[in-house]
Every structure is written in C-alpha cells, then in structure tokens.
T-cell receptor, first 112, second 112 residues
Framework: GESVGLHLPTLSVQEGDNSIINCAYS??????FIWYKQESGKGPQFIID?????DKRQGQRVTVLLNKTVKHLSLQIAATQPGDSAVYFC???????????FGQGTELSVKP | EAGVAQSPRYKIIEKRQSVAFWCNPI?????LYWYQQILGQGPKLLIQ????????DSQLPKDRFSAERLKGVDSTLKIQPAKLEDSAVYLC??????????FGPGTRLTVT
C-alpha cells in the first residue's frame, strides 16, 4: 500500500517579518543541537549550531535559543525572505559527534 | 569545494528487487553517514562510518540492508530484498570532525 507521510507543522509569514520556529527535544542529556534547512529535492543544509553550555548563539540573520530547563530550542530568522521558504529541522546529539536525532520539522512559507 | 555526491538521484523498483546507492563524501571527511528520510519526517540514521570502520549501525535493518565503505572514501548502501516501506529518500552525509554534517542531495527510492 501507499505510505502516508505526516503533515508537517506550517508557519506562514510575510516577507520582511521575523520568524520563530520552535522545537522540543527529547533527551535531557543531549549536549549539541543543530538547525537544518531543507529545500524541496535537496539534502538538509546546516544553518547554525549551539552547545549545551550556551543559551543563545547568533549568526547572520539567525539566532538560536536553548532552554535546557524545558528542553526547548528555537530558531529566529530576522527579516524573512522568500528564499527562506523550506522545511526546518532541529537535531540533537549526545557527546558531540554522536548520532544526530532529528525532530519532525516545520515548514516555513514566506509570502511576498 | 565539491559537496557530497550521490547517485542515482531517483530509483523505482518492485518489491523484492535489489537496489544499491552510491555516495562520494567531501574530500578529507573521515566520517560518513547514511540516513533514511520518509516523507514528512526528519532523517533517521542508518549507519555511521569512521574511515572504513562502522561506528553505529544500531538502526540498520541488517536482514535486508548492508553498507560498506571501502578504503575509507566512497560508500554504497544496498537493500535486498526491498519492501514497500523502504520507499524514502536515502541521504548521505559526511563530516570532518563528527559534528557538523554536510548532506548530499539524496536518492529518492520508490518501491512498488
């Protein structure tokens, strides 16, 4: 039979607005976290990472926030552009370099 | 710098047939990963190599899946025999350090 994929959470924003994508991770022992962007037909692309000894890290137009108390990770994208439209995945690992566990993903749609 | 190369990009086979995927990692990257990504989900690690040795294959269905990395460079992933539930995108990734992973474009497998 045909497999049915899960419906991804979707975030729709207007071009130029800020976007916030949230992720709940599963393992309280995870010490390394990464955000990936995946466009249709392509492999995941690294955006930004953060280690557990930090609670915030900034890149170009992106910021990752880590709240270990509630096992929550967020990705903020400033001045969202149509090219930011993609599926965004958070990933966690224990002992940096170990197996990455990916979250479900959020589809970001940017309206011009 | 050339990225991770994968072939073929698409493959359609009937159930119970065999299929093989090929990956050429970024030059100099010691760590190589194979992931399975089912539609609507995040990638799931199948196997991790460090040079030509297996680091983690705990989620590889070894009754039908096999992988090798000869000479610590290219890698092949094989499925024999394929099942309907193997329909997915198979992603190869490589890493110089075991932390930041660079993904290839993937091979989309459809099993009918």
């Amino acid at each position: 039979g045909e497999s049915v994929g899960l419906h991804l959470p979707t975030l729709s924003v207007q071009e130029g607005d800020n976007s916030i994508i949230n992720c709940a991770y599963s393992n309280s022992a995870s010490d390394y976290f990464i955000w990936y962007k995946q466009e249709s037909g392509k492999g995941p692309q690294f955006i930004i990472d953060i280690r557990s000894n930090m609670d915030k890290r900034q890149g170009q137009r992106v910021t990752v926030l880590l709240n270990k108390t509630v096992k929550h990770l967020s990705l903020q994208i400033a001045a969202t552009q149509p090219g930011d439209s993609a599926v965004y995945f958070c990933a966690e690992s224990y002992n940096q370099g170990g197996k990455l566990i990916f979250g479900q993903g959020t589809e970001l749609s940017v309206k011009p | 710098e050339a990225g991770v190369a994968q072939s073929p990009r698409y493959k359609i086979i009937e159930k119970r047939q065999s299929v093989a995927f090929w990956c050429n990692p970024i030059s100099g990257h010691a760590t190589l990963y194979w992931y399975q990504q089912i539609l609507g989900q995040g990638p799931k690690l199948l196997i991790q190599f460090q040079n030509n040795g297996v680091v983690d294959d705990s989620q590889l269905p070894k009754d039908r899946f096999s992988a090798e990395r000869l000479k610590g460079v290219d890698s092949t992933l094989k499925i024999q025999p394929a099942k309907l539930e193997d329909s997915a995108v198979y992603l190869c990734a490589s890493s110089p350090t075991g932390s930041e992973q660079y993904f290839g474009p993937g091979t989309r497998l459809t099993v009918t």
